[in-house]
């Protein structure tokens, strides 16, 4: 056969053709291996799976493609007179035989995936490189991983045998001169086209999920959810009829006695309790500030001096989860004021844009709506989000170099962007020249950077060395803040402004799939002096509530489509909160916690007064609004239904 394929390629990149039919075949035994598995069934769709056999076959030409593409530079960069040594033809047969080592370890991966799962891979496999020691632990423990390795080691070598001296001959052959000014620029251009063209939901075509699970290719299957971000809702999570599922979420904003103003969706007319009051927002999302560490929440060390201060003059949220254990997630929260959906933040998916935020809302309320950065805003993709959904953005590349005295690899220090953050509010609130128009009022979101690894910051600002870990970053964040508001006090805006200073998400509740509530636990304050009186408030609420609750407090009157509340005004019956990672979601009610995960998992959870996790408790009840929540976020986000006014990019 590798006789018949020779005259299709130069010399030399001929050894393509074995490792491009290795890789076919491994895809096609593995796919009908799948196919065979009992709860497939395919006698019941024989037409589809046919299909599904030749799409199959289509991805996994896609996939080798993008896969030989390391090989082709390979091939083509090495020149004639280094291919002719012992040793590079050598490196091709061994490499040779880890490639098709590699394929083998991939297809096996497949089916322990597809036994738990039911599926190729996903977004679940992406979210398993996060949580290595666990699932590397499980799987040694469920399998015999030594004999495996080694099976598929042996297999690679019966592969790589009979075509060892074929691939020693052609992997020396001279290419002849310009080969590689001609065949890079076409497979590059080839690989563009099957980058825009390809995507992972072609295959589905189908009404059985197993048949479209067949057709697709594992490795274009993984590098797709990476590309996408997202895990299906109803795919892989139990669910409700989604009239009863709305019924069941409109239900819970009873107490707004709101209007509904659609059928399929949320959108509901929030007349506010208070008089319209309009004021400057800065809202602050301290890096990784988990209630863990405040005094106030039982801490002990002393290193948030500023914010426990803070917390005797505020209107302080005492009992409020973040919805995720990553940045993108806390700015999606007090952005968008959804609930967490499978995957990654929506801050990061394609489809991001025109969304329905508090940005856009207060926009349309006449506010110039700034999302400000101490660090470079392509990071995670935020500058793209929030230009794209009613915001104005800063970031590092805004702040002088002169004001910045002190930078690590994720942004200047706080205090330097603080200082920002006072020029920018001081030019945007000056009369302008035209006596006509009046200043516009600002909501700044304001996220930093400093409590984070490697927790370095400028030095004589707190009694911890620059460098020595998070207790010092902790520390050097809280006195930022405190110098913040000490120097805003100054100004003739602060009187006329609200600051809401909460955490983006805790700073110790990653690495496992599991929920530890206690983790997710932040800090809010709403601080407003001489508007705003002192109080704690300590009823449950979600990081998603504090948009419709500033707007509340500002008194503005709108439509929304938030899934949060005010918490102020709503009855403590209502009280929940929303928490979760990549794939494990959690629905949070005083002394209870409904879990949701792949395989259609539900369970409730008993917890205690530390929101700690006890023993499973029955709630059917609750469970259901779990699902209701979850999946109606999920649908409106992926049909475009949770879109707000048209905005421009502002960039």
């Not at 083509?76 to 370890?105: C, D, E, H, K, Q």
């Not at 909501?443 to 060395?465: A, C, K, Q, W």
């Amino acid at each position: 056969m590798l006789r018949l394929l020779q005259p299709l390629l130069p010399a030399r990149l001929r050894v393509l053709l074995p490792l491009s039919c290795t890789a076919i075949l491994v895809s096609v035994i593995t796919r009908i291996a799948l196919a065979l598995r009992p709860e497939v069934n395919l006698t019941a769709v024989a037409g589809d799976a046919f299909l599904a056999f030749v799409i199959g076959v289509a991805y996994d030409l896609v996939t080798v493609t993008w896969l030989l593409l390391p090989w082709v530079l390979w091939l083509v960069l090495i020149p004639n007179r280094m291919a002719r040594g012992w040793w590079y033809r050598t490196s091709v047969v061994l490499l040779y035989w880890i490639s098709a080592f590699l394929m083998l370890f991939v297809a096996a991966a497949e089916w322990t995936f597809w036994e738990e799962f039911g599926a190729r891979f996903n977004f679940i496999a992406v979210d398993y490189l996060l949580y290595t020691h666990e699932v590397i632990a499980n799987i040694r423990q469920s399998y015999p991983l030594g004999w495996i390795l080694f099976a598929l080691a042996t297999t690679a070598v019966l592969l790589c045998w009979p075509v060892r001296h074929w691939l020693w001959r052609q992997s020396g052959e001279a290419l002849p001169k310009h080969t590689g000014v001609l065949w890079v620029p076409v497979y590059a251009a080839l690989l563009v086209l099957l980058w825009i063209g390809v995507r992972a939901d072609l295959k589905d075509r189908s009404s059985h999920d197993a048949v479209n699970e067949l057709a697709g290719n594992g490795a274009f299957q993984f590098f797709s959810a990476l590309r996408r971000n997202e895990l299906q809702y109803d795919r892989f999570y139990r669910t409700l009829p989604e009239e009863k599922a709305l019924a069941l979420v409109r239900e819970g904003f009873a107490h707004e006695g709101a209007a509904w103003l659609a059928d399929d969706g949320t959108e509901r007319s929030i007349t506010p309790t208070r008089a319209a009051t309009p004021r400057h927002v800065i809202l602050v999302s301290i890096e990784s500030m988990g209630a863990e560490f405040l005094g106030v929440y039982g801490n002990r060390q002393g290193i948030t001096p500023a914010l426990d201060a803070l917390a005797t003059q505020s209107l302080w949220l005492s009992d409020v989860y973040a919805t995720g254990n990553r940045t993108v997630r806390g700015l999606e929260a007090l952005s968008l004021a959804l609930p967490p959906t499978p995957g990654q933040s929506i801050v990061r998916r394609p489809g991001n844009a025109q969304l329905f935020s508090v940005g856009a809302v207060l926009r349309a309320q006449g506010y110039d709506s700034v999302f400000a950065y101490g660090g470079y805003g392509y990071f995670d993709n935020m500058n793209a989000y929030f230009s794209a959904n009613g915001y104005r953005v800063f970031d590092r590349v805004n702040i002088p170099k002169e004001r910045v005295q002190f930078e690590n690899a994720w942004g200047v220090a706080d205090e330097y962007l603080f200082d920002q953050v006072l020029d920018e509010m001081d030019r945007a609130t000056q009369a302008p020249q035209d006596a006509q128009t009046k200043p516009r009022p600002q909501f700044m979101h304001v996220l930093t950077t400093s409590n984070h690894r490697p927790y370095t910051y400028p030095d004589g600002r707190i009694d911890i060395p620059s460098g020595t870990g998070r207790d010092g970053a902790v520390k050097y964040s809280d006195w930022a803040v405190g110098e913040f508001l000490r120097k805003a006090k100054s100004h003739a805006w602060f009187e006329q402004t609200v600051f809401v200073i909460t955490a983006d998400h805790g700073a110790n509740a990653r690495g496992t799939t599991e929920i530890p509530v206690d983790r997710y636990r932040i800090p809010v304050f709403i601080y407003a002096p001489g508007w705003i009186t002192p109080q704690r408030f300590d009823r449950l609420a979600s990081q998603i509530d504090l948009a419709p609750t500033l707007l509340s407090l500002l008194g503005v009157k709108y439509n929304s489509k938030f899934f949060g509340r005010d918490v102020l005004s709503a009855p403590p019956e209502t009280d929940r909160a929303f928490v979760g990672n990549f794939q494990t979601l959690a629905y949070l009610k005083p002394g209870r916690m409904a879990v949701l995960q792949p395989k259609r998992v539900a369970r409730v959870l008993a917890m205690d007064a530390q929101a700690r996790v006890q023993e499973p408790i029955e709630d059917a009840a609750m469970i259901d609004e779990a699902i209701a929540y979850y999946q109606t976020s999920s649908r409106l986000f992926r049909m475009g239904l949770y879109a707000g006014p048209a905005q421009p990019s502002l960039r």
